[in-house]
């Protein structure tokens, strides 16, 4: 039975339960009098023993699903004469590969022929896997099933226990986003680890060259390949520093407007037209950075007798960046303003102030923490995005603190390394996975630091 | 007669000609309000209000929830701009001024009439930043002797002074409600305004608090004027010297807070003293 149908049939016996279990709590209550002398209501019963079917039912077939793979491989490798079982990783993958091919039918002929008990092997451990678990995890629901149907007491405390598994299963929820991080970040720590091996660490982050390209053999100069990443990261926070000046003056004014000030019409104009402006793809806004903005920055500085602007410039990606942003800043800044009580406003005017000494001295003080964490999510922004660097800041690694030559990112530098055809374990690959640590180590340290500013300058008002 | 209906309270206002007792003052008067209309977009909130607030008197303004005090309290010092559909009719003077005309710079009238709010609202700053926060934007120090002399007099007079002048630095929203309603009169009074209003100033404290605001009132109607609104009737017998009635958006009747509250003239002033509504 495959996997699908499976799940289906636990869905209708888990349903069943339900039905039986509730019909079951009120009939039981006939015996004391009637439904309103059981501890919880009648869909609570029925809740809970489906709960005890379907839990144990869900498990065992989650925990088969993820361990079944790995043990038919390590029992049809045993099979395998001895020199294939000495094989490293990758090369043991291309067997399995190979075996599972066979198996499948996709291709036909083996390179070897010791292959062939392998395939006949696995031919039957999957026959035996998919019955095995067919029958436990149907057993193992309808048992579950029926002791929590048999559970069924008026005394029961159903409502409690079932408050209980729903308290489980949103713990369960908020476990998933959790692990799924430190999967994440493993990896990446795992293949940086790899990176390192090859590149000494020192020089990754110390270096101030960068030039990734390896060449294909040995004779050609240049072969080695240059790790410092110390120019994409004066990129990266040269242009998303750009972007902030731009954005948060910008945006927090802009919330201010449209709290403080503007009348609720004209607020109700401008707010739409701020989330367009959140609305538009960053690749548009990447060719209008390339197209339009770069060249008129290009002619405006030559104009006034710069030279050496490049056609793609840090200046010209951090701009847009900065107005892809401002929605953000703004909306952000627009709710923690708008907390901010009205009695404290009140005060402030009752004590003769202007709104321009009520924003500055009251509200923005009050509204601070909001602010600054409105200001660190378009930080994480501007370090993460991609798209407008690549089309407007080019792709070339200088160490530079002149924005208007032509930069490069961490973020892009990333994307280049794994388009295209890599082999997996080269420096050149592997060096995303540390730029991707390095990247996520300084978003965490501004976060941390931000925090403790917040916590630091905090006014409460409740 | 017992309770009315609101249908009832119509009709009775049908014939209205004026308030009862005498709203306005020969002399001594520091604020004056003539044929005061309030209106909420469309919606009528008080009607012809005449009424004169004399010089070291506390008035006290009491009525059923909704009467409307609240809302005439504060078009005494313009409060009821910062609402978009709040507007006002009628001539309001102070000291001869009217406040509601062209040349009127507001933030020189609320240094003017300062004000005290229902709920405590201290700003998130210090104890002592919150008392500079008016002589600070009025510019009416330049040195940081004369600011902290204006902080210390202003807590003093609000008898908070022994309860702080250890702690001026911290955080004004860790003192009590009481404290910080004391407080707040001290930011306001730290401006040295002619007119006090007060919006139900105890009506979130405990009893006791409640008592020291009051003795607190009865001081400071040496130099001030003061103008309060408050539910409890007790409260306006035991702080102030004249008393007005209002009733859905009119004054009904104002006079001598033992007359209003010994022999009221008007039927609903009686009904309201006695507690047979409100």
Redesign the interface.
């Known amino acids: 039975m495959t996997s699908s149908s499976l799940f289906l049939l636990l869905i209708i016996i888990v349903a069943a339960v339900f039905v039986l279990g509730r019909k079951r709590s009120v009939d039981v209550a006939q015996s004391v009098g009637g439904i309103r002398y059981l501890h919880s209501l009648p869909n609570y019963y029925g809740l809970l023993a489906a709960a005890w079917a379907a839990i144990p039912g869900v498990i065992l077939l989650a925990l088969w699903s993820a361990f079944q793979d790995v043990i038919i491989q390590n029992s049809v490798f045993s099979l395998l004469p001895e020199s294939y079982q000495a094989l490293s990783g990758s090369r043991l993958d291309l067997v399995w590969a190979e075996i599972y091919n066979l198996q499948k039918g996709i291709i036909t002929e083996a390179s070897d022929p010791a292959f062939y008990p392998a395939v006949e092997a696995l031919n039957n451990l999957m026959t035996t896997s998919t019955t095995g678990r067919t029958v436990l995890v149907i057993a193992l629901t309808v048992l579950g099933g029926v002791w929590g149907w048999r559970l069924i007491k008026p005394e029961q405390r159903a409502r409690n226990q079932f408050e209980k598994v729903v308290e489980a299963l949103l713990l369960a929820s908020s476990m998933i986003a959790i692990l799924t991080t430190v999967g994440i970040v493993f990896s990446v720590v795992f293949e940086s680890i790899r990176f390192f091996h090859k590149v000494p660490f020192t020089e990754f982050v110390f270096g101030i060259k960068w030039s990734p390209q390896i060449a294909i053999n040995a004779e050609v100069a240049g072969s080695s390949g240059a790790f410092g990443a110390i120019p994409l990261f004066v990129g990266t926070l040269m242009i998303a520093g750009i972007a902030l000046l731009v954005a948060v003056p910008v945006g927090l004014m802009t919330a201010v407007y449209l709290v403080e000030y503007a009348?609720?019409r004209v607020r109700s104009i401008i707010k739409p037209l701020l989330e367009v402006l959140a609305g538009i793809p960053t690749v548009v806004y990447g060719f209008f950075a390339a197209l339009t903005m770069a060249p008129k920055l290009k002619g405006f500085f030559e104009g006034i007798g710069v030279n050496g602007v490049s056609s793609e410039s840090a200046l010209a990606a951090g701009l847009v960046m900065g107005i892809m942003i401002i929605p953000f800043v703004s909306s952000l800044a627009d709710d923690v303003i708008n907390a901010v009580?009205r009695?404290?406003?009140?005060?402030?005017?009752?004590?003769?102030?202007?709104k321009s000494?009520t924003v500055k001295?009251?509200i923005f003080?009050?509204a601070l923490p909001g602010i600054v964490s409105g200001v660190l999510l378009a930080a994480s922004r501007a370090i993460g995005e991609t798209m407008i660097v690549v089309m407007a800041a080019g792709l070339a690694a200088n160490l530079t603190a002149n924005p208007l030559e032509a930069v490069t990112t961490v973020t892009v530098q990333i994307a280049t390394l794994l388009v295209g055809d890599q082999e997996f374990d080269s420096a050149k690959t592997l060096a995303a996975f540390a730029l991707g640590l390095m990247l996520f180590f300084v978003t965490l340290m501004l976060n941390v630091i931000a925090l403790a500013v917040v916590k630091r300058f905090r006014?409460?008002?409740? | 007669m017992t309770t009315n209906t609101n249908d009832e309270l119509a009709q009775i206002f049908e014939g209205w000609s004026s308030t009862v007792g005498k709203p306005t003052l020969k002399d001594n008067a520091r604020m004056t309000t003539r044929g005061v209309d309030v209106f909420y977009g469309e919606k009528q909130a008080i009607f012809g209000v005449d009424l004169d607030i004399g010089k070291n008197e506390v008035l006290a303004m009491i009525g059923p929830s909704g009467c409307g005090k609240s809302t005439f309290l504060r078009t005494l010092n313009r409060m009821n701009d910062t609402i978009d559909i709040c507007r006002v009719k009628g001539d309001i003077h102070l000291d001869g001024d009217n406040i509601y005309d062209k040349k009127m710079d507001v933030v020189n009238l609320r240094a003017r009439v300062g004000m005290v709010f229902q709920k405590p609202n201290p700003f998130p700053k210090s104890i002592y930043d919150n008392v500079a926060y008016g002589p600070r934007i009025h510019g009416l120090v330049t040195r940081k002797a004369e600011l902290d002399e204006i902080v210390e007099t202003a807590l003093q007079k609000a008898s908070i002074w022994n309860e702080v002048k250890d702690r001026l630095d911290q955080p004004a929203t860790g003192l009590s409600g009481g404290q910080q309603q004391r407080l707040c009169i001290a930011r306001t009074i730290a401006v040295s305004p002619e007119v006090i209003l007060m919006d139900e100033p105890c009506s979130a404290l405990d009893p006791i608090a409640t008592a020291r605001i009051e003795e607190l009132i009865a001081e400071l109607s040496e130099n001030f004027t003061i103008a309060i609104v408050t539910h409890s009737m007790q409260q306006a017998a035991r702080v102030s010297s004249r008393t007005a009635y209002f009733h859905l958006g009119r004054l009904v009747e104002v006079g001598a807070t033992d007359k209003i509250f010994t022999a009221p003239e008007h039927r609903l002033t009686e009904d309201y003293i006695t507690g047979r509504f409100g």
């Open positions: 009348s609720s009580p009695s404290l406003r009140d005060g402030s005017y009752g004590l003769g102030a202007t000494e001295q009251v003080p009050a006014e409460q008002y409740d």
